[in-house]
């Protein structure tokens, strides 16, 4: 089963059950972006403008075995962030997608993995912090913004925008759970991934995490490349 969304011009489906992966590297096309992390280096050349990270050593990534791995080590300092940007932008109406793995989660660790509009606070997340419900999917989309309980190990994060709306989502065996929605920017995006700590908003615990992303997609009116 399958179930068939609307954004804009472009008829997507919105995974019900997994995505067909895509060999070696990312695809590009004029109206998706495709990730699935099967190449053997980073994908350069189609879909990722950089992979980066504050704190060498200490807070790093890598890819393989079908996936992108984040390591964030004990003595990692508050504040590091791991991240990435899509080389091309989404224009118009957008859904972007990412299934993530907690590999290695100490309870209340006060790392957030996150999918958000690049250079914005607009952005939906799975957490664990020091706060009753320290395991939550949350979305901040300025000035609206919540968390819901989570559970598990998996999942996957949402975000789309149809006109100035954007709407934060996380799965739910095969149902979408809708987080907040709220007004945002219209013009063309970069999609982000990454995995980082705010110390002003939770403590960073000290303890290994590690995290991977996979099966990364964003579905637009089109995509606009360099």
């Known amino acids: 089963m399958r179930t068939l969304t609307r954004i804009g ?11 067909p992966g895509v060999a070696g590297g990312g695809i590009v096309t004029p109206h998706r972006i ?9 994908d350069y050349s189609n879909v990722w403008d950089f992979w980066g990270t504050n704190q060498p050593g200490l807070a790093d990534f890598a890819q393989g075995g079908g996936v992108m791995t984040v ?3 004990p003595g990692a300092q508050p504040d590091f962030n791991v991240g990435s940007q899509t080389r091309c932008l989404a224009h118009g109406d957008f859904d972007a997608q990412v299934d993530f793995n907690l590999v290695t989660w100490p309870p209340q660790n006060g790392v957030w993995v996150s999918l958000m509009v690049s250079g914005t606070s607009f952005n939906v997340y799975r957490v664990s912090w020091q706060f009753p419900q320290s395991e939550a999917y949350g979305a901040y989309l300025p000035p609206a913004g919540t968390t819901l309980p989570a559970t598990g190990s998996s999942g996957t994060l949402r975000l789309a925008r149809q006109g100035d709306i954007f709407t934060a989502y996380y799965r739910s065996g095969l149902r979408w759970v809708p987080i907040v929605s709220g007004t945002g920017p219209t013009g063309d995006v970069p999609l982000t991934l990454a995995v980082f700590n705010i110390s002003g908003a939770a403590t960073f615990a000290g303890l290994p995490v590690r995290v991977t992303f996979d099966n990364f997609h ?3 009116d089109r995509i606009v490349c360099p």
């Open 71 to 73: 390591n964030v080590t």
């Open 34 to 42: 495709d990730e699935a992390f099967g190449g053997s280096s980073i």
């Open 9 to 19: 011009a472009v008829a997507i489906i919105a995974a019900a059950l997994a995505f």
């Open 218 to 220: 964003v579905f637009a």
